[in-house]
T-cell receptor, first 113, second 111 residues
Framework: DTEVTQTPKHLVMGMTNKKSLKCEQH?????MYWYKQKAKKPPELMFV???????INESVPSRFSPECPNSSLLNLHLHALQPEDSALYLC????????????FGSGTRLTVV | GDSVTQMEGPVTLSEEAFLTINCTYT??????LFWYVQYPGEGLQLLLK?????DKGSNKGFEATYRKETTSFHLEKGSVQVSDSAVYFC??????????FGSGTQLTVLP
């Protein structure tokens, strides 16, 4: 298995809703990432998990709450989002060595109404 | 800190034309270099990589050579197809271990 699987593919939520994005990989990668991507822009790093522990939080607002239940799963809990949070949310995983790139999922297209 | 500079897009070419997308970088030490491709509505796919100076990465007819002396990793393809239309991102990964992306280059290939 050489894939990162993200669900759902599309999500529309109101500003008062609570929802979660899910990410799963079975490549044995011990680093996992959440990115936010706006149209025609490079992905922006949000969170990094290393060996199931949060190692980097790029000053992301608290309405985004990551969780790593085990080495294969990564969740992003969403609450009280704003319309400007609408974007493509990408999950990625990687080996620790810098000689390897990241493997990205196909993303969740989030629209906040 | 680390940074990647890509040529400004968008780039529009006719089918079978030669493609070059320029990429230069700034990093401490000796980073690994990558090209990613993003097709419309999809995530990023690793296209090719090089991990040391003078290495050439290649895949699907695309090539890029790690040039330490010019700190460059330009992407080339001899004959583009309509199906190559996508956004291309140059990236590096250094001892800091996080991936640093360039701004991306939109490529459109016309039949």
């Amino acid at each position: 298995d050489t894939e990162v699987t993200q669900t759902p593919k599309h999500l529309v939520m109101g500003m008062t809703n609570k929802k979660s994005l899910k990410c799963e990989q079975h490549m044995g990668h011990r680093a996992m990432y959440w990115y936010k991507q706006k149209a025609k822009k490079p992905p922006e790093l949000m969170f990094v998990y290393s060996y199931e522990k949060l190692s980097i939080n790029e000053s992301v607002p608290s309405r985004f709450s990551p969780e790593c239940p085990n080495s294969s799963l990564l969740n992003l809990h969403l609450h009280a989002l704003q319309p400007e949070d609408s974007a493509l949310y990408l999950c990625a995983s990687s080996q620790e060595s810098m000689n390897y790139g990241y493997t990205f999922g196909s993303g969740t297209r989030l629209t906040v109404v | 800190g680390d940074s990647v500079t890509q040529m400004e897009g968008p780039v529009t070419l006719s089918e079978e034309a030669f493609l070059t997308i320029n990429c230069t970088y700034t990093a401490t030490g000796y980073p690994s270099l990558f090209w990613y491709v993003q097709y419309p509505g999809e995530g990023l796919q690793l296209l090719l990589k090089a991990t040391k100076a003078d290495d050439k990465g290649s895949n699907k007819g695309f090539e890029a050579t790690y040039r330490k002396e010019t700190t460059s990793f330009h992407l080339e393809k001899g004959s583009v197809q309509v199906s190559d239309s996508a956004v291309y991102f140059c990236a590096l990964r250094s001892s800091a271990r996080q991936l640093t992306f360039g701004s991306g280059t939109q490529l459109t290939v016309l039949p």
